[in-house]
């Protein structure tokens, strides 16, 4: 491309493609999601007798957890390398074959023998596959939102954002909905089929992402000459403060989710027999809530901010730590869809749905992808653990260990929202709606590609670049 090639300009309204971008964003996350989550379902109810039976029950139960917590350990990797890879070269091309790896590594999965059939080398094989999906994961989140986000409204960005956070809990309601189904399955289809359906899943978003357009503000960089020849290393020398602030401000959504969805199920069909389907039922339940109140979420902080919602969300999985044990330990089938609606449909949902954004504009574009990343999946590498921990700590303490647990990561993202300021406040917010105003008088239709130019005179300009 030519040295005097003028940089493209993007109107306040958005890029042409903004609709478009963000709901193919939200389904590439819907299928991510199912797969990961697929192999949290199976772990907690199927993997520990296929791939561990000759451990008794309980360090079954422990092995599987581990293998499930090993994928949480490869996806800062994946982080690292897909935000390198989509600051250096483009989002786009990240986001295609981040899914392509994932959809491969989940349908093996679905046809992975067990230990009954090639002994020791299944789990070895499990903890492989496993491996690679927490690559190919740790390289979707940060080029999705992304994306979403910088095609997006200036005005609008927190809801644009949140529709590839949307896309998650969609995701995982298709595979709760999947082994919901195939619990009345003869045998190892139980879990096969769930893994192997996923395969659908993957072509349909492979075709869906292919046909998006590049992020604008990434093209404008790159006519201009400002990527970064090396972002992982320039975030790490310029942007670390950043980095951990979204580590804490993660720790509890990532903790609240598992200890819910991937604990609490174990929990207590563990200790129920016959609420195997009604807590999976709840899942597929608070799954659904969760897809609208996390686009609700975000579309909120548009109007409040970002950091007041998500001191109130903290506050409030703090109060509900203890609680939802006490509601669930009888076994109530009423209690138990409660719980789970209550703490992943609404207090989960509105932790991620605020993360669009809040997270994002911790980073200009040179190093977005980059920084966002590594924080996010830092902080999911230690709460893939959050399931394993949670049952030594009940081995230990009895249930309050596993409150407990769910009490201090609550605790640890509600100081992170306490100490990291606000990247959208009132004064920016009527800057930012000024000069939309502005935009849709001058040409009302306006929606071209390429650099939205930092909003001028505020402080965090530097992080809203796009």
């Known amino acids: 491309m030519s040295a005097t090639a003028p940089a493209p300009v993007q109107s306040p309204l958005g890029s ?234 993660r720790i509890v959504e990532s903790f609240a989710y598992y200890l819910t969805a991937t604990f609490l199920l174990n929990y207590l069909t563990e200790h129920h027999k016959g609420i195997h389907s009604v807590a999976l039922g709840a899942l597929t339940a608070a799954s659904i809530t969760a897809i609208f109140t996390t686009f609700l979420a975000g579309s909120l902080t548009d109007r409040i901010g970002r950091r007041p919602l998500y001191i109130a969300a903290c506050c409030v999985a703090v109060a509900f730590a203890f609680p939802m044990y006490l509601l669930t330990n009888g076994g109530n089938t009423a209690l138990v869809v409660v719980v789970f609606v209550f703490g992943i449909g609404f207090v989960h949902a509105t932790l991620t749905g605020v993360q669009g954004p809040f997270l994002t504009e911790q980073f200009r574009t040179s190093t977005r992808a980059s920084g966002a990343s590594m924080g996010y999946q830092v902080a999911a590498a230690l709460g893939g653990f959050a399931p394993l921990l949670a049952a030594a700590a009940v081995g230990w303490l009895g249930w309050p260990g596993a409150a407990l647990l769910y009490t201090a990561a609550a605790i640890v993202g509600l100081a992170a929202a306490l100490l990291v300021k606000e990247t959208y406040g009132p004064g920016e917010r009527k800057r930012v709606h000024a000069l939309v105003r502005t935009a849709q008088q001058e040409s009302p239709t306006a929606a071209t590609t390429g650099v939205v130019q930092p909003v001028p005179g505020s402080a965090s300009s530097t992080r809203h670049d796009s």
Not at 44 to 51: E, R, V
Not at 67 to 92: C, E, Q, W
Not at 114 to 143: D, K, S, Y
Not at 191 to 219: C, K, Q
Request: charged share 15%.
């Open 16 to 249: 042409e493609d903004r609709v478009k971008t963000a709901v193919a964003a939200a389904l590439g996350t819907s299928v991510e999601n199912y797969d990961f989550i697929a192999y949290g379902t199976a772990s907690a109810l199927y993997f520990g007798d296929a791939f561990f039976p000759s451990s008794n029950h309980f360090a079954g139960t422990l092995l599987a957890f581990a293998t499930f917590a090993v994928g949480f350990l490869m996806r800062p990797l994946g982080g690292a390398v897909g935000g390198y890879l989509a600051d250096r070269f483009g989002r786009k091309p990240v986001l295609v074959s981040a899914m392509l790896v994932m959809g491969g590594a989940t349908c093996l999965i679905g046809v992975l023998p067990t230990e009954a059939q090639i002994g020791v080398l299944a789990p070895v094989l499990l903890v492989v596959i496993r491996m690679i999906q927490g690559l190919a994961f740790g390289a979707e989140w940060g080029g999705a939102v992304t994306m979403a986000y910088e095609h997006a409204p200036w005005h609008q960005r927190g809801r644009f954002a949140a529709i590839p956070q949307s896309g998650n809990p969609f995701g995982i309601a298709l595979a709760s909905a999947m082994f919901l189904i195939s619990s009345n399955l003869p045998g190892d289809w139980q879990w096969r089929l769930p893994f192997l359906v996923s395969v659908v899943l993957v072509v349909v978003g492979l075709v869906v992402r292919s046909r998006l357009s590049e992020s604008p503000a990434f093209a404008a960089a790159q006519v201009e000459g400002r990527t970064e020849r090396n972002p992982f290393v320039t975030t790490l020398r310029d942007d670390w403060r950043s980095v951990l602030k979204v580590i804490g401000l």
